[in-house]
């Protein structure tokens, strides 16, 4: 089998800044890697949209997904031609289990209280809601690992996500056909650590927990993260 192409999807209140470490260590180690944009609108359209960017590439591809992007990976992650998934300081749903149903499961974080939300005009001409962090809030939920003026910037650039999205269930769990791999930071305070855990362990992942890592891990220890996508890789090359 060719080396798979690695596609790199990043979650809410972030953009394909947060994988520019994680970009440049599997290139070095001659691995050919994607980040595209995520459009944030939607648990079905957000996974589509990743659907497409897989079916362009010919070849085999590992999936991986940050926070919200764990989600997309599951139902994208049934193409034909994903091999491996790796999930990243993320949900992990079931199918039919919505980010609401799996967070519920365990003690909430500082993610919702410190949310503010917005609206906006959706593709039918109606208003819907979307939700970014307070950037008062962001450096220590999202960022604590990160140095101060860093952490700043990604407050004012962050990419909202609609609010639906948190409600939406997954139609699919690829997961239970695909080898998983899981990176759980232990400090995280936007998604609970135990939420990480416990997606990680249902889908049969190897798992690596960094303690004291912020949910930004791949930003503040790309070497970390890319050495477990590596794992993936050589695993199904």
Not at 69 to 84: K, R, Y
Not at 117 to 131: F, H, K, L, Q
Request: glycine share 8%; aromatic share 6%; proline share 7%.
């Amino acid at each position: 089998m060719p080396t798979p192409t690695v596609v790199l999807v990043h979650g809410a209140f972030a953009d394909t800044a947060l994988w520019f470490g994680v970009v440049a260590e599997l290139r070095s180690h001659g691995i050919p890697v994607l980040a595209p944009p995520n459009p944030l609108r939607g648990l079905a359209s957000d996974a589509a949209h990743i659907t497409s960017v897989v079916a362009r590439i010919d070849g085999p591809v590992v999936l991986v997904g940050h926070a919200y992007g764990g989600a997309l990976i599951t139902v994208a992650g049934t193409a034909d031609n994903v091999v491996a998934l790796v999930y990243v300081a993320a949900y992990v749903p079931e199918e039919g289990e919505s980010l609401s149903d799996l967070q519920g499961r365990f003690p909430a974080t500082e993610l919702m209280a410190n949310l503010q939300r917005w609206t906006y005009r959706d593709p039918a001409g109606g208003e819907a809601v979307e939700v970014s962090l307070t950037e008062e809030a962001y450096p220590a939920v999202f960022a604590a690992d990160v140095s101060a003026p860093v952490a700043r910037v990604l407050a004012c650039c962050q990419h909202p996500l609609a609010e639906a999205a948190f409600e939406e269930k997954a139609t699919v769990a690829a997961w239970r056909t695909r080898p998983s791999w899981a990176l759980v930071a232990g400090a995280d305070r936007t998604i609970a650590p135990d939420v990480e855990r416990f997606g990680a362990a249902r889908a049969g992942a190897s798992v690596v927990e960094i303690d004291g890592a912020s949910h930004a891990v791949a930003l503040s220890q790309p070497t970390a993260v890319a050495r477990l996508i590596r794992d993936a890789v050589y695993a199904v090359s």
